[in-house]
């Protein structure tokens, strides 16, 4: 039963962090710009931000981005951190598909544990792959926009990719080592039904 709800707990953890990497992906507000202080932009409507797919203008009651398209004069880290994003993003869809399939509430005919555990396993896996291409994308470009920019903050986008790659190796990481062995995997669901002794006795579900 702990193993179960330690299986729960992880892929609650795994979705979640995936849902946070996926909104990192898709936005831009990674990082904060500026040419002289954050505050004095702030007061003369200079503040920008730049993200994975456009450079955008932050005013007051303007927001303009200018879509990164050209690909061949970007700069190799934004490509780079493009790519391990979009790779985590289909390594979670992937994971979850595969995390949903082996839940405790999902029954797939008389499957046998040993083929769900090994499942859970690749599952887990995957999400703790995710969470490594979302670290590393998530500090190399800060790091680097920071080479062509003296003067940024951190902008909300980066902060979702880095909670949601946390997330997703804590939830990787319980997948692969706390959910029980492939013998016990799955075998300690339980059920109600009356009997002779009395009408709640707890039954296993296996026979």
């Known amino acids: ?16 962090g995936w849902i946070g990497v996926v909104v990192a992906t898709a936005t831009n507000d990674w990082v904060v710009t500026c040419g002289y202080t954050i505050t004095t932009c702030r007061k003369m409507d200079e503040l920008g931000s730049k993200g994975l797919w456009a450079d955008c203008v932050m005013a007051t009651g303007l927001y303009h981005c200018k879509p990164l398209v050209d690909i061949l004069i970007l700069p190799g880290y934004v490509q780079a951190c493009r790519a391990l994003m979009i790779a985590a993003s289909v390594l979670g869809l992937s994971a979850i598909f595969l995390l949903i399939t082996v839940l405790p509430c999902i029954r797939m005919g008389h499957e046998p544990g040993a ?44 902060y979702t990719g880095w ?39 707890a039954k296993s579900a296996h026979v």
């Open 163 to 201: 909670i949601g790659s946390a997330l997703c190796l804590f939830g990787g990481c319980v997948i692969v080592c706390c959910s029980g062995d492939a013998q016990t995997f799955g075998e300690n669901r339980f059920y109600y039904g009356s009997g002779s002794s009395s009408p709640t006795h």
């Open 1 to 16: 039963m702990v193993a179960t709800c330690l299986h729960l707990a992880g892929f609650v953890c795994s979705f979640v």
């Open 115 to 158: 083929a769900k555990y090994r499942r859970s396993q690749l599952g887990g896996i995957l999400i703790i792959l995710l969470a490594m291409c979302g670290v590393v994308a998530t500090i190399w470009f800060p790091v680097c926009a920071h080479r062509e920019t003296t003067i940024m903050s951190f902008g909300y986008s980066l």
